[in-house]
């Protein structure tokens, strides 16, 4: 994986969500002065992804407030991606805000260093600082989903400035140094 105070890699990918009908096509740049949460899963359609992809949409509020945007990648095609927002199948998604990107020709997360050897994404998570700075990474087994209550966590730990000991939530002291 990357490291933690490194510049993330730039990356060109077409997106899509239930808000826009048409993929747009977004940078790392397009996320420049803010958050970003940029997660990587293994395949739409399957057991794992739409239940991370769900509670992840239904943080977006929480994550907004603290003037971050989410991204979620996997190198499945937006063809792809539409069918998973639209479909009328018990792992589909439906009406989602959540952005979903297309890193079809593998690139990005050959970039981010999370491309599996099957050809998929790990499940992995990076916190991109608003100068687009690895603040947090993170990566785990394809079979475990991970935790966007942690995630929200981390994001206020790392924007409260201070040092946060383990188990920090918003509202608890910080350290003195």
Partial sequence: MLNIGQKAPEFKIDTVSSLSSLPIQETLEDYKG???ILFFYPHDFSIVCPTEIKVMNSYLPEFNKLDTEVL???TDSIYTHRAWIKADYPNAIGNIELTLGSDFDKEMSKAYDVLSPKGAPFRALYIINPEGVIEYAMMT???????????LRVLEALQSGGL??????????????
């Fill in 164 to 177: 946060c000991p383990m188990d920090w939530t918003l509202g608890d002291k910080t350290i003195e140094e």
């Fill in 34 to 36: 803010k958050w970003l």
């Fill in 72 to 74: 979620a990648v996997s």
């Fill in 141 to 151: 087994n394809n079979n475990v989903g991970r935790s966007s209550k942690e995630t």
